[in-house]
T-cell receptor, first 111, second 115 residues
Framework: QQQVKQSPQSLIVQKGGISIINCAYE??????FPWYQQFPGKGPALLIA?????SEKKEGRFTISFNKSAKQFSLHIMDSQPGDSATYFC??????????FGTGTRLTIIP | EAGVVQSPRYKIIEKKQPVAFWCNPI?????LYWYRQNLGQGPELLIR????????DSQLPKDRFSAERLKGVDSTLKIQPAELGDSAVYLC?????????????FGQGTRLTVV
């Protein structure tokens, strides 16, 4: 019940395109859903996060869409740039408990 | 403001040897986490501290792993003896519940290779 399932495992998008990564969770107690970006040799860094009281949150080119009834959330990267090439992890938790991470999506933006 | 600081960045040891990792969290963060990240996987929690108290160590292999957080600030994670399967990146993170914020900030990690 603690799993967070993430897809796809890898994604190649052309520069300027839209990158979409999907996650699904099982534990209905989760109340915080962050997305982390990780570059090689670096720790994960928070990109954007959402709580279940809203269905969408946008920060610049990054948008989280959240579907509470389906227990799914997704990350959309608009106008994808080569600098966005990284591994993206969705995660979930409640309160100050541990983050449960997805398995990651390796995103490559090609010119 | 300095972020989460970990050392060393890299460590190569022979199996059965001991190894220790150190973490200095962000100042004022009362919650500290140690995660292990295997290649191509997401981080998995090993232990979580609230101040100096370990409140979740259910995933810590206690036969060979130990951790401490003296005075509720810095923390060390130790493996003794190390096994080949312990090769991974060990990440430290910290967070503060001030204002209900649960954002966790991660250090750069220590990449451990056991040969």
């Amino acid at each position: 019940q603690q799993q967070v399932k993430q897809s796809p495992q890898s994604l190649i998008v052309q520069k300027g395109g839209i990158s979409i990564i999907n996650c699904a969770y099982e534990n209905t107690a989760f109340d915080y859903f962050p997305w982390y970006q990780q570059f090689p040799g670096k720790g994960p860094a928070l990109l954007i996060a959402i709580r279940p009281d809203v269905s969408e949150k946008k920060e610049g080119r990054f948008t989280i869409s959240f579907n509470k009834s389906a227990k799914q959330f997704s990350l959309h990267i608009m106008d994808s740039q080569p600098g966005d090439s990284a591994t993206y992890f969705c995660a979930a938790n409640f309160g100050n408990e541990k983050l449960t991470f997805g398995t990651g999506t390796r995103l490559t933006i090609i010119p | 403001e300095a972020g989460v600081v970990q050392s060393p960045r890299y460590k190569i040891i022979e199996k059965k040897q001991p190894v220790a990792f150190w973490c200095n969290p962000i100042s004022g963060h009362n919650t500290l986490y140690w995660y292990r990240q295997n290649l191509g996987q997401g981080p998995e929690l090993l232990i979580r501290y609230e101040n100096e108290e370990a409140v979740d160590d259910s995933q810590l292999p206690k036969d060979r792993f130990s951790a401490e957080r003296l005075k509720g600030v810095d923390s060390t994670l130790k493996i003794q003896p190390a096994e080949l399967g312990d090769s991974a990146v060990y990440l430290c993170a910290s967070s503060s519940q001030a204002g209900g914020n649960t954002e966790a900030f991660f250090g750069q990690g220590t990449r451990l290779t056991v040969v």
